[in-house]
C-alpha cells in the first residue's frame, strides 16, 4: 500500500494505533527499520516523545515529512488532554487532564522562585478509604500507565513553560499499589533520556504498603520515601487508614528500620493534624515514642477541610506544641503550608471524576 495515501492505510479505530510511549526502544527501532529507517532515528523520535512532550508529529521537524505521516498513520503520541485548569490565588494550578478512555486524573503545579514542584496522581481514584481523604472517597477507577504519570509532569511543565525541580507522588492513589509503573515513571522522570529529574527530587508518598516499602528500599536510585503515618496509635490509625489496618505499627517502625539501614536515606512521615482526633497528648506522646531515636523528618500538615467531613484541623499553636515536643526528642518535624487550598488543590483534596467526551 502505498504510504502516501492515508485514506488506504489509516486504521478505521484510533485504538489501533500504538502509543509511541508504549514501546520499548527495541519495538520503535523495529518499527521504524521496517519503514526503511536508519538506526539513528530511534533516538531522535525518543527524544521528541520523552523530552521534548511533542504533542504533534508535525512538530518533529528533523523527521522526512513522509516518516512523519507515516508514523501519525501507526501511532499516537498519548492520551493526556487538558479538561480543566483552576490558578490558586498563590501562582499553584489545577488541571484535570483526560485520559485516552475518558478517565480523569488531577495534578497540581507549585511554583515558588526558580523552582517548580509537580504533584502528580498514580491512580485515578484510591482504593485504602482513608477517612480524612477526598480522593479516597469514591474509591479506585483505574491505575495509571507509567506514561500517564509522566505525562501529567510534562503537561504541567509545559503550561509553565518552566524545568521542573521536583515532583511527590502525592496527588490521587496509592503508588504502591502500582507500584511497576509507578518505578518506571520515576525512572523515566529521573533519566536524562526523560525529564532528568535528579532522583532525590523525586517523592514516592505510601499510606505504608510494608512489603513495597522494603521493595522501595532495595532499589538502586536514590528516589524519596514519604509515608503517611497520621496516627501512631494503633486504634486511631485503624479507624483513620482502614487499608492499612493489616500492616501494624509495630511491623511498620521494623520495616522503616530497615529501609533506614539498607538506604542510609531519611524518610518523611506525613502527619495530618485533626482537631481532638490525633492531635491530644496521648498522640502527641506516641508519636514521640515512634520517631524517638530513628531517622526521620516528620512533616505536620494541618489537615485540608474536605466537603461532607466531619474532620477539622487542629490550631496552629497546636501543631507548634508538636513541633517543639518532637524537637526535645531529637525529631526534626516542620509545619508544612498546604498551596492550592482555595482551588481544592491541597493534599486529600482531589477528587476523582469520569468526564464524558
Ligand atoms: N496514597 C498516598 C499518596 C497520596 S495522598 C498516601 O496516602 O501517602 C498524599 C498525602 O495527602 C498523604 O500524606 C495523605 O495522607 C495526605 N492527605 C490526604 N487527605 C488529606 C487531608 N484532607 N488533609 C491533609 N492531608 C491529606
Ligand atoms: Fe488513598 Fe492516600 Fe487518600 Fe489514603 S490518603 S485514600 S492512601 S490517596
Same mark, same amino acid.
Given at each position: 500500500?502505498?504510504?502516501?495515501?492515508?485514506?488506504?492505510?489509516?486504521?478505521?479505530?484510533?485504538?489501533? *494505533?500504538?502509543?509511541?510511549?508504549?514501546?520499548?526502544?527495541?519495538? #520503535?527501532?523495529?518499527?521504524?527499520?521496517?519503514?526503511?529507517?536508519?538506526? !539513528?532515528?530511534?533516538?531522535?523520535?525518543?527524544?521528541?516523545?520523552?523530552?521534548?512532550?511533542?504533542?504533534?508529529?508535525?512538530? %518533529?521537524?528533523?523527521?522526512?515529512?513522509?516518516?512523519?505521516?507515516?508514523?501519525?498513520?501507526?501511532?499516537?503520541?498519548?492520551?493526556?488532554?487538558?479538561?480543566?485548569?483552576?490558578?490558586?490565588?498563590?501562582?499553584?494550578?489545577?488541571?484535570?487532564?483526560?485520559?485516552?478512555?475518558?478517565?480523569?486524573?488531577?495534578?497540581?503545579?507549585?511554583?515558588?522562585?526558580?523552582?517548580?514542584?509537580?504533584?502528580?496522581?498514580?491512580?485515578?481514584g484510591c482504593p485504602m478509604g482513608c477517612a480524612f481523604c477526598a480522593t479516597g472517597a469514591a474509591g479506585?477507577?483505574?491505575?495509571?500507565?507509567?506514561?500517564?504519570?509522566?505525562?501529567?509532569?510534562?503537561?504541567?511543565?509545559?503550561? !509553565?513553560?518552566?524545568?521542573?525541580?521536583?515532583?511527590?507522588?502525592?496527588?490521587?492513589?496509592?503508588?504502591?499499589?502500582?507500584?511497576?509503573?509507578?518505578?518506571?515513571? #520515576?525512572?523515566?522522570?529521573?533519566?536524562?533520556?526523560?525529564?532528568?529529574?535528579?532522583?532525590?527530587?523525586?517523592?514516592?508518598?505510601?499510606?505504608?504498603?510494608?512489603?513495597?516499602?522494603?521493595?522501595?528500599?532495595?532499589?538502586?536510585?536514590?528516589?524519596?520515601?514519604?509515608?503517611?503515618?497520621?496516627?501512631?496509635?494503633?486504634?486511631? *490509625?485503624?479507624?483513620? %487508614?482502614?487499608?492499612?489496618?493489616?500492616?501494624?505499627?509495630?511491623?511498620?517502625?521494623?520495616? %522503616?528500620?530497615?529501609?533506614?539501614?539498607?538506604?542510609?536515606?531519611?524518610?518523611?512521615?506525613?502527619?495530618?493534624?485533626?482537631?481532638?482526633?490525633?492531635?491530644?497528648?496521648?498522640?502527641?506522646?506516641?508519636?514521640?515514642? !515512634?520517631?524517638?531515636?530513628?531517622?526521620?523528618?516528620?512533616?505536620?500538615?494541618?489537615?485540608?477541610?474536605?466537603?461532607?467531613?466531619? !474532620?477539622?484541623?487542629?490550631?496552629?499553636?497546636?501543631?507548634?506544641?508538636?513541633?517543639?515536643? #518532637?524537637?526535645?526528642?531529637?525529631?526534626?518535624?516542620?509545619v508544612r503550608n498546604s498551596r492550592g487550598a482555595d482551588i481544592d488543590a491541597a493534599c486529600?483534596?482531589?477528587?476523582?471524576?469520569?468526564?464524558?467526551?
Amino acid at each position: 500500500m502505498p504510504p502516501d495515501d492515508p485514506g488506504e492505510t489509516m486504521p478505521a479505530d484510533k485504538t489501533e *494505533r500504538r502509543d509511541l510511549h508504549t514501546l520499548t526502544r527495541g519495538e #520503535l527501532q523495529e518499527l521504524l527499520s521496517g519503514l526503511g529507517q536508519p538506526a !539513528f532515528r530511534a533516538k531522535q523520535v525518543e527524544e521528541w516523545v520523552w523530552v521534548r512532550n511533542a504533542r504533534s508529529f508535525d512538530e %518533529m521537524t528533523n523527521l522526512p515529512k513522509s516518516l512523519r505521516e507515516e508514523l501519525a498513520r501507526r501511532c499516537t503520541l498519548g492520551g493526556v488532554e487538558e479538561a480543566a485548569r483552576q490558578v490558586s490565588s498563590d501562582g499553584s494550578r489545577k488541571y484535570l487532564l483526560r485520559l485516552s478512555d475518558g478517565v480523569s486524573v488531577e495534578c497540581v503545579g507549585m511554583p515558588s522562585r526558580n523552582r517548580l514542584a509537580v504533584c502528580a496522581s498514580t491512580q485515578a481514584g484510591c482504593p485504602m478509604g482513608c477517612a480524612f481523604c477526598a480522593t479516597g472517597a469514591a474509591g479506585l477507577t483505574r491505575s495509571l500507565t507509567a506514561a500517564e504519570i509522566y505525562e501529567q509532569v510534562m503537561h504541567v511543565r509545559d503550561d !509553565f513553560n518552566a524545568r521542573v525541580t521536583s515532583v511527590v507522588l502525592m496527588g490521587q492513589g496509592e503508588p504502591f499499589l502500582n507500584y511497576d509503573e509507578t518505578l518506571a515513571a #520515576l525512572r523515566r522522570l529521573n533519566s536524562p533520556e526523560g525529564a532528568g529529574i535528579g532522583a532525590r527530587h523525586l517523592t514516592v508518598s505510601t499510606c505504608g504498603v510494608i512489603p513495597q516499602i522494603m521493595r522501595f528500599a532495595n532499589e538502586p536510585e536514590q528516589f524519596t520515601l514519604a509515608v503517611s503515618l497520621h496516627s501512631a496509635v494503633q486504634r486511631t *490509625r485503624n479507624a483513620l %487508614m482502614p487499608g492499612v489496618r493489616k500492616y501494624s505499627l509495630v511491623n511498620l517502625y521494623n520495616v %522503616m528500620g530497615e529501609y533506614v539501614s539498607k538506604t542510609g536515606r531519611r524518610p518523611t512521615y506525613e502527619y495530618a493534624l485533626i482537631g481532638g482526633v490525633n492531635d491530644t497528648d496521648a498522640e502527641l506522646q506516641a508519636l514521640c515514642d !515512634f520517631c524517638e531515636g530513628t531517622l526521620a523528618h516528620v512533616n505536620l500538615i494541618q489537615l485540608n477541610e474536605v466537603e461532607g467531613s466531619k !474532620f477539622r484541623p487542629s490550631t496552629e499553636l497546636r501543631a507548634q506544641d508538636f513541633v517543639r515536643r #518532637l524537637a526535645n526528642v531529637g525529631v526534626e518535624a516542620t509545619v508544612r503550608n498546604s498551596r492550592g487550598a482555595d482551588i481544592d488543590a491541597a493534599c486529600g483534596q482531589l477528587k476523582q471524576r469520569i468526564l464524558r467526551s
